[in-house]
């Protein structure tokens, strides 16, 4: 069975991201304003049970708790709010050609796309917590480089974690090896920076992690996608058979994220589309823009929230506006 392609004019593609998306109060200002995230927001805490109260005062807080980055907080919080967000679009009435997430935002667009029910997804992502908070201390590296550049400094220690841009990478590993990669790195004059991450998300360093959480993903019910939905592990439309294999989705956590060749092939299958960040801050966005085809003209870039939160009125005024756009859509030109 194949994936129904429901369609708006013109064509809208979800983007959903990850970690290093997460800031203080994202997307904190809908809260009770938007209905339908308000909703989903709720529902997640009360579905997190004991630890609700925990991640939603972590959340609204001003100034984050000092675990905020770590994955029991940062990654429940990514996946509620990614999902609340996306919730919120398919109310406006907004029919998606396509959705992409990067990393966990993947996990929010699968459910929004049927192939795993939220409460199961809350579960999985509680039980996710537990088994990579005893990971080895480690993180994540954003480098300004191609693979090609940093090539000797991957190997058994420090591993390609993501290509989000064909000169914008994610190297991930347990604390000392990634900031001797950093130091190597940066003596050649490549930009390199910290994300927000004290895992070593998508690496083998967390591989026990990974097969711990195996058990907890065969006992879901995996569903084909009701709506198409591209993979940034397999590069392309998740098929039915691979969205209900259990395995892919343990193993993502500790797989290459290849975001940059993924969006590419999405948007040469699906053709000039808007590109919508259904989620917290504006990184999927920058990369968005960064496509080929988008440079050319061909289709737009629609953050729905500002790069980070600046006060609960620009996070309404910046979905609104966007529900207009979307409403009301300004047709593009390529090479304009």
Same mark, same amino acid.
């Given at each position: $069975?194949?994936?129904?392609?429901?369609?708006? #004019?013109?064509?809208?593609?979800?983007?959903?991201?990850?970690?290093?998306?997460?800031?203080?109060? $994202?997307?904190?200002?809908?809260?009770?304003?938007?209905?339908?995230?308000?909703?989903?927001?709720?529902?997640?805490?009360?579905?997190?049970?004991?630890?609700?109260?925990?991640?939603?005062?972590?959340?609204?807080?001003?100034?984050?708790?000092?675990?905020?980055?770590?994955?029991?907080?940062?990654?429940?919080?990514?996946?509620?709010?990614?999902?609340? $967000?996306?919730?919120?679009? &398919?109310?406006?009435?907004?029919?998606?050609?396509?959705?992409?997430?990067?990393?966990?935002? #993947? $996990?929010?667009?699968?459910? &929004?796309?049927?192939?795993?029910?939220?409460?199961?997804?809350?579960?999985?992502?509680?039980?996710?917590?537990?088994?990579?908070?005893?990971?080895?201390?480690?993180?994540?590296?954003?480098?300004?480089?191609?693979?090609?550049?940093?090539?000797?400094?991957?190997?058994?220690?420090?591993?390609?974690?993501?290509?989000?841009?064909?000169r914008q990478l994610l190297l991930a590993g347990e604390a000392?090896?990634?900031?001797?990669?950093?130091?190597?790195?940066?003596?050649?004059?490549?930009?390199?920076?910290?994300?927000?991450?004290?895992?070593?998300?998508?690496?083998?360093?967390?591989?026990?992690?990974?097969?711990?959480?195996?058990?907890?993903?065969?006992?879901?019910?995996?569903?084909?996608?009701?709506?198409?939905?591209?993979?940034?592990?397999?590069?392309?439309?998740?098929?039915?058979?691979?969205?209900?294999?259990?395995?892919?989705?343990?193993?993502?956590?500790?797989?290459?994220?290849?975001?940059?060749?993924?969006?590419?092939?999405?948007?040469?299958?699906?053709?000039?589309?808007?590109?919508? #960040?259904?989620?917290?801050?504006?990184?999927?966005?920058?990369?968005?823009?960064?496509?080929?085809?988008?440079?050319?003209?061909?289709?737009?870039?629609?953050?729905?929230?500002?790069?980070?939160?600046?006060?609960?009125?620009?996070?309404?005024?910046?979905?609104?506006?966007?529900?207009l756009a979307l409403a009301s859509p300004v047709p593009t030109t390529r090479g304009a």
């Amino acid at each position: $069975m194949s994936p129904v392609t429901a369609r708006s #004019e013109p064509p809208v593609v979800l983007l959903f991201p990850g970690q290093g998306a997460q800031h203080p109060r $994202m997307a904190a200002g809908l809260y009770q304003h938007e209905q339908t995230f308000t909703y989903w927001m709720d529902r997640a805490f009360e579905l997190f049970g004991a630890d609700g109260p925990r991640l939603r005062a972590a959340w609204l807080a001003a100034e984050p708790p000092p675990d905020y980055d770590d994955v029991s907080v940062a990654q429940p919080l990514l996946y509620a709010v990614n999902h609340a $967000m996306g919730r919120m679009v &398919l109310d406006w009435g907004v029919r998606p050609v396509a959705l992409l997430g990067h990393s966990v935002g #993947e $996990m929010a667009a699968a459910t &929004l796309a049927g192939v795993l029910e939220f409460a199961d997804g809350i579960r999985l992502m509680d039980e996710r917590i537990t088994e990579f908070a005893r990971t080895p201390p480690g993180g994540m590296l954003a480098v300004s480089a191609s693979v090609a550049e940093v090539a000797d400094v991957l190997g058994e220690r420090v591993h390609l974690a993501a290509v989000n841009a064909p000169r914008q990478l994610l190297l991930a590993g347990e604390a000392e090896p990634l900031a001797e990669a950093a130091r190597t790195l940066t003596e050649r004059h490549l930009v390199c920076r910290d994300v927000l991450a004290r895992q070593a998300f998508h690496s083998p360093v967390v591989a026990r992690a990974v097969t711990a959480s195996l058990p907890g993903w065969r006992s879901v019910p995996l569903s084909p996608p009701r709506l198409t939905l591209y993979s940034a592990y397999t590069q392309g439309v998740l098929t039915a058979e691979t969205a209900r294999d259990p395995v892919f989705w343990a193993n993502q956590a500790a797989d290459t994220v290849y975001f940059a060749p993924t969006l590419t092939r999405l948007l040469a299958e699906q053709g000039d589309c808007v590109l919508v #960040e259904a989620g917290p801050g504006t990184s999927l966005s920058v990369l968005g823009r960064r496509q080929p085809s988008v440079v050319k003209g061909g289709g737009r870039v629609l953050p729905l929230l500002p790069d980070r939160h600046r006060g609960d009125q620009l996070d309404q005024d910046t979905t609104t506006a966007a529900r207009l756009a979307l409403a009301s859509p300004v047709p593009t030109t390529r090479g304009a």
